[in-house]
């Protein structure tokens, strides 16, 4: 029977764990994080189903310690998983495995290697994603890759809808490519490093908005960082202000100054890069508003826009 340990977080983390259990791998170790007191937690949690399914979890500070390198390669695992787990495997742990170590990434490698693959392919405006099973190297998201899935990004999806399809595209992935792995058949396919570019991760003052940018860039970080990430951040005639869903009217246009109208129950922004936005979700002081009542709020029809206070 092939063996594994699994280094599992998030959607991701859960729903590839269950691929290994349906292929009858025995999973003689889950590893992984405590959640943070400081995050909404949206997502499945990986400890959850390791209960459900009576299998050995533990949450280390420090996977890479030598303690934990020990405690691991006495279980003897053929295989080491990472399934959106948070910290990288150092060369000592990711020689534990004889038949190797495999991560899934979120991303359809090699692009958007790094952190919140998600993320910044949502805000780069890209058409298609995915996910992609690769071997672990010391570099990050740079071994040679054995399978990939792509999905489509349509130009309204958030990245919490982007994300859900990627987990489907690592369940599939994972799925397809297990048989292979398992009887010592799958492919190998050297990545070329020389496309795309590495990723760092992002914090809630990377959601400000820029109003001097064109329409569908403001709306790709809008969608970006929608809920349940922070949101977009501004402010309305010198108030606190999410935007939480745009539509784009038109794309580009003559650069003009940015104004915000408010008019027929709508909320329409003129982007001083070009182009104009339908605002869908607004909040103005942490509540959430309709164009009449942030006219109302404001007091003008054309309230001043600008970064977040």
Not at 15 to 34: F, M, N, Y
Not at 103 to 131: F, Q
Not at 191 to 207: C, H, I, K, N
Not at 284 to 295: F, L, Q, S, Y
Request: neutral net charge.
């Amino acid at each position: 029977m092939t063996s594994a340990v699994v280094f599992a977080y998030h959607n991701v983390g859960v729903r590839c764990l269950k691929v290994l259990l349906a292929h009858g791998v025995d999973v003689r170790l889950v590893v992984t994080h405590e959640d943070r007191p400081t995050e909404t937690i949206w997502f499945d949690r990986v400890a959850d189903v390791a209960r459900d399914f009576d299998l050995p979890c533990i949450v280390p500070a420090d996977v890479n310690a030598d303690g934990m390198v020990g405690r691991i390669r006495a279980l003897a695992p053929d295989f080491l998983f990472s399934f959106y787990f948070r910290q990288m495997l150092a060369a000592p742990l990711l020689a534990v495995a004889p038949r190797g170590a495999l991560n899934m990434h979120g991303s359809l490698l090699p692009k958007y290697r790094g952190r919140v693959p998600v993320n910044w392919a949502v805000l780069h405006g890209e058409r298609e994603t995915g996910a992609t099973l690769h071997y672990m190297a010391a570099k990050p998201d740079a071994g040679d890759m054995v399978a990939q899935t792509a999905v489509p990004i349509l130009p309204d999806d958030t990245a919490r809808e982007v994300l859900d399809k990627v987990t489907v595209a690592a369940e599939l992935t994972l799925d397809r490519a297990l048989p292979a792995l398992m009887a010592g058949t799958a492919p190998r396919v050297p990545l070329d490093l020389a496309v795309g570019s590495y990723f760092g991760g992002r914090t809630p003052e990377d959601g400000r908005i820029d109003w001097s940018r064109p329409a569908a860039q403001i709306h790709n970080l809008v969608r970006a960082v929608a809920p349940p990430y922070p949101g977009a951040t501004t402010s309305v005639a010198g108030r606190p202000a999410r935007v939480l869903r745009t539509r784009v009217l038109e794309p580009s246009g003559e650069p003009r100054p940015p104004r915000l109208l408010l008019a027929d129950g709508r909320c329409v922004v003129e982007c001083g890069g070009g182009g104009r936005l339908l605002v869908l979700a607004l909040e103005v002081d942490g509540a959430a508003v309709t164009a009449d009542e942030a006219a109302r709020r404001c007091g003008s029809a054309t309230p001043a826009l600008g970064g977040a206070p």
